[in-house]
């Protein structure tokens, strides 16, 4: 059975349908129904059962997944070995960070690095789903908690200070009260988020009237009056219609942290993008 059959398998089997299969893999759908057949027919056992709802794995097809994943593995683990020995500044970095990460403090670390480094091409992938390094979906990623991987290498690049900010034109609210003020919150359902809840707690007496996952959105919000928010304060600082309020205290900051896959260690554009991102991150620091 070769790799790209086994490729084409998982990624059916892990979407249900056929098009999904497809926009994974980038190949058409026609080809991937059309590879499904072929490898039903060569091993002799029918892998998925048509439903309308999509396809759904037989007992044969579910008995070989975790063989399957192994050989994914295998093959992943061969990419990024070679990946890593090569010796060329070019070819593609991708980048994950959340949204904000990506808006405010990567730009000028991308723009000294597209410069010294033009035959790279960056791929900067944001948003709140944790890209996997194993699997190569990113070369390096920023978070603000640390990894739990085993296989990747990590560090602590920066301790980021945050703010409380209202619209321009706002009054001060009363700091361990904020009576008629409202709040900008953060949507907790990915986690924990120890701003979000310091600044409910110095402003007990006003309102949550907005929850949103990206901080850039926050940010818009605050600076259109909605509500009182605690951004980063270099999102902050680059938000047009906020000020930040000068308190008695400051809510606390948010370590960000720099991982990627042991495997890619001596990949040449990833060490001097870090080298760049080294460089860089020590204005950042509170």
């Known amino acids: 059975m070769e ?3 086994v490729r084409i398998f998982l990624a059916v089997a892990r979407t249900g349908t056929l098009g999904g299969a497809a ?10 129904g059309r590879r499904v057949r072929a490898l039903e027919q060569a091993i002799g056992h029918t892998l998925f059962q048509r439903t309308a709802d999509g396809f759904v794995l037989t007992e044969e097809g579910a008995g070989i997944v975790a063989l399957a994943e192994q050989m994914e593995e295998g093959a992943l683990a061969m990419e990024r070995r070679l990946a890593g020995r090569e010796s060329k500044l070019q070819g593609l970095l991708r980048i994950s960070s959340a949204d904000w990460f990506g808006a405010y403090v990567l730009p000028p670390v991308i723009s000294e690095f597209a410069k010294a480094y033009p035959h790279v091409d960056v791929e900067i992938l944001t948003g709140t789903r944790l890209f996997n390094l194993a699997k190569r979906e990113a070369d390096v990623a920023f978070r603000i908690v640390p990894f739990n991987a085993p296989d990747v290498v990590q560090r602590r690049l920066v301790r980021l200070p945050y703010g409380v900010y209202v619209a321009e034109e706002s009054a001060d609210p009363v700091f361990g009260d904020g009576a008629g ?34 901080r850039n959105v926050q940010g818009r919000m605050c600076a259109h009056g909605v509500g009182i928010a605690v951004l980063p304060q ?36 990833l060490r001097a993008f870090i080298a760049t991102v080294t460089g860089h991150i020590g204005r950042l620091r509170s």
């Open 234 to 269: 270099v999102v902050g600082a680059q938000t047009v219609g906020v000020r930040r309020l000068h308190l008695p205290e400051q809510p606390p900051p948010r370590e960000i942290w720099m991982g990627y896959h042991r495997d890619l260690r001596r990949l040449n554009r």
């Open 23 to 32: 926009r994974a893999l980038h190949l058409s759908h026609p080809t991937i």
């Open 181 to 214: 003020f409202r709040l900008v919150t953060h949507d907790t359902s990915t986690g924990r988020f120890p701003d979000i809840e310091w600044l409910k707690a110095s402003f007990p007496n006003a309102r949550p009237v907005l929850a949103s996952n990206n």
């Open 3 to 5: 790799w790209s059959d």
